[in-house]
């Protein structure tokens, strides 16, 4: 419990940095100009990617839930998610951004969530207008990669690391969707360590102010428990239960050696990290719906 304290408190650090109080502003702003809302939360992590801030932003604005990123999630795992996030009032859609079709999905999903407006105004005889989306989610889930997909054109600036949007910015993607960018928003503190823990492993925060053997432990645990055969496979070592003996078979596995003769953790740490956002763990959920009481 002290060392969740401990993680926890680190885990704090500046990461609600000065742009995204400014963004939400904006987006609170902006929200009078917009439909819907679509908010991407990251199929790996369905829990901890959902913006507790976004109630208060969004309101009461129709919503469409975009899981992004299932190419790297555990499909059995994503297919639980979307039936425990989807009701009455809220479609889930789950998708590859880099892939899939998303203009179709997008297109049928926004209309379908906005079919009460679209009726409405065809009764009074008016052409529907196209549809406004404000795009929200935590950094790095892919917003600005769907709105070039769907606009077919590099539009807003996108890249595989946290905080590149800076500015709201709207794109007409096709004759009936308009997209308002968003920066990635995160929110001040993590009540619960194991959602900071999860958006660190997934690259929603800096590597720069992460505590990373902590972050590389936590994620080890998991990986231990739940997909033992996909760690083994990977680095070949045999698997025990301490997070930190594994971390230093990798170093000795694969020849991370010092010049003064100790392994050298830093370089596991950051190589063990970087295999597993790159995939080469294969596919890993982070989190299970019935963990979280979802
Ligand atoms: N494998 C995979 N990669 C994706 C997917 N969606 C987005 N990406 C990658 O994720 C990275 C981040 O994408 P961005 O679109 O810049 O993310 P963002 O949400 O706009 O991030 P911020 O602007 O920092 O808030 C890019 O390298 C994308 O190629 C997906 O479904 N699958
Ligand atoms: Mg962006």
Redesign the pocket.
């Known amino acids: 419990m002290k060392d969740n304290e401990q993680n926890a408190s680190k885990l704090n650090i500046n990461w609600f940095p000065g742009h995204m109080t400014k963004a939400k502003r904006e987006m609170q702003e902006k929200l009078k100009m917009v439909d819907m809302v679509i908010e991407?939360r990251d199929?790996r992590i369905p829990y901890s990617s959902k913006n507790p801030l976004l109630e208060e932003i969004i309101q009461q604005k129709p919503r469409l839930i975009l899981l992004?990123?299932?190419?790297?999630a555990d499909p059995v795992r994503t297919k639980e998610w979307i039936d425990c996030l989807s009701n009455d009032t809220t479609q889930v859609l789950a998708?590859?951004?880099?892939?899939?079709n998303v203009v179709s999905l997008i297109t049928t999903a926004s209309q379908e969530c906005m079919k009460a407006m679209i009726e409405r105004q065809k009764r009074r005889g008016i052409n529907p207008r196209a549809i406004r989306a404000m795009?929200v989610?935590?950094?790095?889930?892919?917003?600005?990669?769907?709105?070039?997909r769907i606009a077919n054109k590099k539009a807003?600036?996108?890249?595989?690391?946290?905080?590149?949007?800076?500015s709201l910015t709207w794109v007409k993607v096709t004759k009936g969707l308009e997209l308002l960018?968003?920066?990635?928003?995160l929110w001040p503190k993590f009540e619960d360590e194991h959602v900071g823990m999860c958006l660190a492993v997934t690259?929603a925060i800096r590597d720069e102010i992460l505590p990373l053997e902590e972050v590389c432990a936590y994620a080890m645990r998991h990986l231990i428990q739940y997909y033992p055969q996909q760690l083994k496979e990977r680095f070949d070592v045999e698997i025990v239960d301490d997070p930190y003996v594994m971390i230093e078979r990798i170093a000795a596995r694969r020849g991370f050696i010092k010049a003064n003769n100790q392994l050298d953790m830093d370089r596991a740490i950051q190589r063990f990290l970087r295999d597993i956002r790159d995939?080469f763990v294969g596919r890993i959920t982070w989190e299970f719906v019935d963990e979280t009481g979802e």
């Open positions: 991407c199929a992004t990123k299932i190419d790297k998708v590859n951004v880099l892939k899939d795009v989610g935590i950094p790095n889930v892919g917003k600005s990669t769907l709105i070039n807003v600036q996108a890249a595989d690391r946290p905080g590149v949007t800076r960018d968003t920066p990635g928003v690259g995939d």
